[in-house]
């Protein structure tokens, strides 16, 4: 066994396998696979091999796509018959509800090239003439979907990788990773050690254990899943004798389940509720080719719901069923790429649809290994959108739920209910007690709207317009017109200082940095090819002393991004005060007279002008205001040690109750943002867009000298850009606004995507946020926008149709 190499795959399964061979591809034909019994014999070995194009993410949208077509390539490279079969997908609806998600979804798929068509019940029965359409409205179907056959895929990536020079070691347990002085690592395994330079963990069920090894808790648990196998049926080998072609994957979305032909009979694979979590302790050390038990009375519904949607199932025996261990994450996507606090340590876990995702996956880390970032936006999959509030408890019941939701309707403002509330703000019971309906992000439980009284605390979800939308508009006006409050505490935060952090962060972000103590500047952190990585707020507090404030949901994101460049001199020390500091926002025209009402300190606009900041006090708890927020209204940010916020709140309530004060939640400030053209990292900023694409022209000075990203940015801008950011009009909406991941046309042709919409009750207009090509961009153009099926038309408008010339945000009104 080799002693050195360049970098170790963990773990024989289709993603280790994959990851492999795309290394290879790369050209690295120094990296060895260490998998400690035989390849596929966790869970690839036992997956029923579906190739589901339908995602809702972006991110893993894009890996499934490269997936099914890679497969294709691969039996001509490696001349191994993967068992592909492009036999289509058919998912079904049986309401509007279902409709509008596969309307939503068919937007995401044309915007990345996924063909998808919707089809009538009629068209339904000639491709499945088996199928009872009675109840159906529509389905969409994926000419291009199928399946494969796992193992033969797996060995085919094998030998792909061993052709280009890789090395894969079977029976080999990992025993020990060690991370050495010259941060190179050494594998340790029962047949020798490797000292590398990369680490990549596609250990599947035992991720939790590969990663307990370097101190790591990766928030992957499996949760069981079952399918079963039919004996064959003769109206389905009268088919095949007649010569006609393969039925395609029939999803049953209602019933929770898919179905497919399998040699001559049917295979169902149920998704429901009740499944539990497996392994959570990890595997036992001789574990493989491994099953549990059926458990055929949880699946019973769901067979009886099939029976009456395919009746010939019914008619036919069980020849098998397989229960084994699918790994999951609490979202039910997986975690592709580095991991947090560990340098050259890498993440391709928690696939629940690995044999879809794993060419993908492995094409896409090795980019990121090999030339240092991915190629596409890869947040959605992101190891690091996860926290510490993963705890192993929380895992089970998350993980359980992601499995039960797979079929389940994902309208885009849905709040999953397991393992809530768990982090608080102090003011949680205060603002639960006003009528606040929660959502969370990052664990963080955050008001999303507040039903006023009379109204039941209870969400509505819909890719509509949903129950919520008239108190939302309520909140809005209230912000025109009097003052809000909004509790923000779950914003990340962090202080760098040190004689060095000057010079750190200039290098970090492509902004200049305030000047002035008590002056803010809105910064991004670019990657090294000039995309977007992170958007912080600076405030500079002291000489050498900087306060960073990014969105909560990227927490460990953007703090590990910091570490990632931080000097190992000693000379910039960074401290994480997410959890040590509250903010609560005060914003709209009244806002400066409640300041001043709970303050000694002059709330003026002479006194405290635009984008700065003053340490002050609210009643008797000291704060830091900051004059900024997300709505575009006269307003404050306040920052305070966490355990005076109740203090602060009841004294904002008390002395704004005249002025008109209430609470405003996330959806209130997303429609405010939208009429203001805010951008937000995932949306419409991205690694995928140059600063310059996003319209952040502003906040990027390539002159102040060199920062992360400065060339490759340089060198984009020179070329000319390909899109760019823009706000648009939507005409003739009657009660579906823009969602994001809507395809935008010019004459018939896709010109762009929106990224976020809403209607904006200040402007009383329906509005959407996106990229267009360049030539589509001028104010004025009309272009066409699909929403739910229905094409719109839009129109490009000025930035910032609320206030554009920012005098109600300044406070000149």
């Not at 590969?210 to 399918?227: K, R, S, W």
């Not at 099939?306 to 997986?334: H, L, M, W």
């Not at 998350?398 to 999953?416: I, L, S, T």
């Not at 066409?784 to 920012?806: A, C, F, N, W």
Request: a negative charge; aromatic letters at 10%.
């Amino acid at each position: 066994m080799k002693s050195k190499a360049k970098a170790v795959v963990i773990g024989g399964g289709v993603v280790g396998v994959s990851t492999l061979y795309h290394l290879a591809k790369k050209g690295w034909d120094d990296v060895v696979l260490v998998e400690r019994k035989e390849l596929t014999s966790g869970s690839t070995w036992h997956a029923a091999g579906l190739l589901p194009l339908f995602n809702m993410s972006y991110s893993v949208g894009k890996i499934h796509q490269y997936s099914v077509q890679q497969y294709q390539e691969l039996e001509a490279e490696t001349g191994m018959n993967v068992g592909f079969k492009e036999v289509s997908n058919i998912r079904l609806a049986t309401n509007q509800d279902r409709m509008d998600e596969l309307h939503q979804y068919a937007g995401v798929a044309q915007t990345i090239g996924v063909k998808a068509n919707f089809i009538s019940p009629e068209e339904v029965k000639k491709l499945w003439p088996y199928c009872n359409t009675d109840g159906i409205v529509g389905a969409l179907h994926h000419p291009e979907d199928g399946y494969i056959q796992p193992a033969d895929l797996t060995q085919a990536f094998a030998k792909g990788a061993r052709d280009r020079g890789a090395k894969i070691y079977r029976n080999t347990k990992v025993t020990g990773l060690q991370n050495l002085e010259d941060e190179r690592w050494l594998v340790q395994t029962d047949k020798g050690d490797i000292e590398c330079e990369h680490v990549i963990s596609c250990t599947g069920n035992f991720a939790r254990q590969t990663g307990a090894m370097v101190g790591l808790d990766i928030p992957c648990i499996p949760v069981e899943h079952q399918f079963i196998v039919t004996e064959p049926h003769p109206e389905i080998l009268k088919r095949h004798e007649q010569g006609l072609p393969e039925m395609g994957v029939l999803r049953g979305t209602d019933g929770r389940w898919y179905m497919r032909e399998e040699a001559g009979g049917l295979i169902l694979g149920p998704y429901e509720k009740g499944a539990p979590a497996c392994y959570v302790d990890g595997p036992h050390d001789e574990s493989m080719w491994e099953l549990f038990q059926e458990d055929l009375d949880r699946l019973m519904p769901h067979i009886e719901n099939a029976i009456d949607r395919v009746p010939i199932f019914a008619e036919i025996g069980i020849k098998q069923v397989y229960n084994g261990a699918i790994s999951y994450t609490p979202d039910g996507n997986p975690i592709i790429g580095p991991a947090w606090g560990k340098k050259n340590f890498w993440l391709n876990e928690g696939h629940s649809f690995g044999i879809t995702a794993a060419g993908g996956a492995g094409w896409q880390l090795a980019e990121w290994i090999v030339e240092g970032e991915p190629s596409i936006d890869m947040l959605g999959v992101d190891p690091r959108r996860y926290g510490d509030y993963c705890t192993k408890p929380y895992l089970i019941r998350k993980n359980e739920e992601a499995y039960a939701h797979v079929f389940v309707n994902h309208f885009p403002d849905e709040e999953r209910p397991a393992c809530r509330p768990l982090r608080q703000a102090p003011c949680y019971d205060r603002m639960k007690a006003l009528g606040a309906v929660f959502g969370q992000k990052f664990g963080w439980e955050r008001p999303n709207w507040f039903a006023p009284e009379g109204v039941e605390q209870q969400d509505s979800w819909s890719f509509r317009r949903s129950g919520w939308f008239e108190y939302v508009g309520n909140e809005c006006r209230n912000v025109q017109n009097n003052v809000g409050v909004l509790d923000m505490t779950a914003f990340a935060k962090c202080r760098i200082s040190g004689s060095g952090a000057d010079n750190f962060l200039s290098n970090l972000v492509a902004n200049k940095l305030p000047e002035r103590i008590g002056r803010i500047g809105l910064c991004h952190a670019l990657n090294t090819r000039g995309g977007v990585h992170s958007e912080f707020t600076i405030l500079k507090e002291a000489e050498n002393s900087y306060y960073l404030v990014s969105a909560g949901a990227f927490q460990r994101l953007d703090h590990d991004w910091i570490f990632k460049w931080i000097p190992k001199d000693g000379s910039v020390q960074f401290e994480d005060l997410t959890g040590a500091m509250g903010v609560l926002v005060v914003a709209g025209p009244k806002s400066s007279e409640l300041m001043h009402r709970v303050s000694r300190d002059d709330f003026s606009n002479d006194a405290f002008p635009w984008l700065s900041s003053q340490k002050t006090t609210v009643n008797m708890a000291p704060c830091t205001a900051i004059r900024m927020n997300f709505v575009g209204e006269l307003g404050w940010e306040i920052h305070h040690p966490i355990e005076y916020q109740n203090h602060i709140f009841d004294a904002l309530m008390k002395e704004g109750l005249d002025l008109g004060i209430k609470p405003f939640g996330i959806r209130a400030m997303e429609s405010m943002r939208i009429e203001k053209s805010y951008r937000l990292v995932g949306t419409e900023i991205s690694v995928e867009y140059s600063p310059y694409e996003s319209a952040l022209d502003r906040f990027i000075h390539t002159d102040k000298g060199e920062f992360i990203g400065r060339k490759a940015l340089v060198e984009k801008h020179e070329q000319g850009e390909k899109n760019i950011f823009v706000t648009m009009e939507v005409h003739d909406v009657v009660d579906a606004d823009a969602l994001g991941n809507n395809p935008i046309y010019a004459k018939g042709k896709i010109v762009g995507r929106a990224t976020g919409g809403a209607y904006g009750f200040r402007v009383e207009k329906s509005l959407a946020l996106g990229l267009v090509a360049v030539e589509c961009s001028s104010i004025g153009t009309e272009l066409e926008m699909d929403i739910l099926g229905r094409m719109h038309k839009v129109t490009v408008v000025t930035e910032s149709p609320y206030d554009p010339e920012q005098k109600i945000l300044r406070g000149v009104v």
